[in-house]
């Protein structure tokens, strides 16, 4: 490879999406679709349209790569609620929201479930820097589950966060192996019942 064509592929086009954001944007979609590790360094280059070399100038490995791609993910997801805040002030009617958001997810046919989830089944090892922003992440959102339940005025509000992030986590799962029309295709029917059991 010339010269020119080196720093033509390190250095982006003007007006180009930087390359971080590139290899971020591929990485996130090679991840998803086809596992972490299933995914080289090699094939995110080469979808982000740079080279290793600019890869690894932005990430230090491959491991933070799979982290920051998860704190992003993170963030959209905290968007997500957020609309939803701004959307229905009521927190019973918030709780519904995000059970429709779940149950959306789980009929668009390039879903392939939790990538929270999927990524720990990945990285078993309880030192990668990606599981700290999983189990982060999975807190978090618990614990915002549970402050909803409190505020619309649940007597038990952990017991019902706890039913309620079950049930989500399982039916994302059940979707997987049984399909979107399975089990999982109940989601919103019986979080609305879970949640009618405890707010009488």
Same mark, same amino acid.
């Given at each position: ?21 590139r290899?971020?944007?591929a ?28 890869l ?12 920051e791609?998860l704190r992003r993910?993170?963030? =959209? *997801?905290? #968007?997500?609620?957020?609309? $939803?805040?701004r959307?229905?002030?009521d927190?019973?009617?918030q709780?519904? %929201? ?17 990538a929270?989830?999927?990524a ?8 990668h820097p ?9 807190a ?17 509000p =952990? *017991?019902l #966060?706890?039913?309620?992030? $079950?049930?989500?986590e ?5 979707a997987?192996?049984? %399909? ?14 879970i ?5 009488k």
């Amino acid at each position: 490879m010339s010269k020119s064509s080196t720093k033509a592929a390190i250095e982006p086009a003007e007006g180009r999406t930087p390359p971080r954001e590139r290899i971020l944007d591929a990485a996130s979609e090679l991840f998803y679709r086809h596992g972490i590790r299933a995914v080289g360094v090699d094939a995110i280059a080469e979808a982000a349209g740079t080279n290793k070399m600019t890869l690894y100038r932005h990430f230090e490995s491959k491991d933070e790569l799979v982290a920051e791609y998860l704190r992003r993910l993170a963030g =959209e *997801l905290d #968007a997500v609620w957020c609309e $939803l805040e701004r959307k229905y002030p009521d927190p019973r009617q918030q709780l519904i %929201g995000w059970l429709r958001v779940v149950g959306d997810n789980i009929v668009n046919p390039k879903s392939r479930g939790c990538a929270f989830a999927n990524a720990a089944v990945e990285l078993p090892e309880k030192h990668h820097p990606a599981r700290c922003v999983i189990e982060k992440h999975k807190a978090g959102k618990r614990l915002q589950i549970t402050q909803l339940c409190k505020k619309a005025g649940a007597a038990k509000p =952990e *017991l019902l #966060a706890d039913e309620l992030f $079950l049930l989500i986590e399982g039916a994302l799962v059940c979707a997987q192996s049984l %399909g979107a029309n399975g089990p999982a295709a109940r989601l919103v029917r019986l979080g609305e019942t879970i949640i009618n059991s405890h707010l009488k």
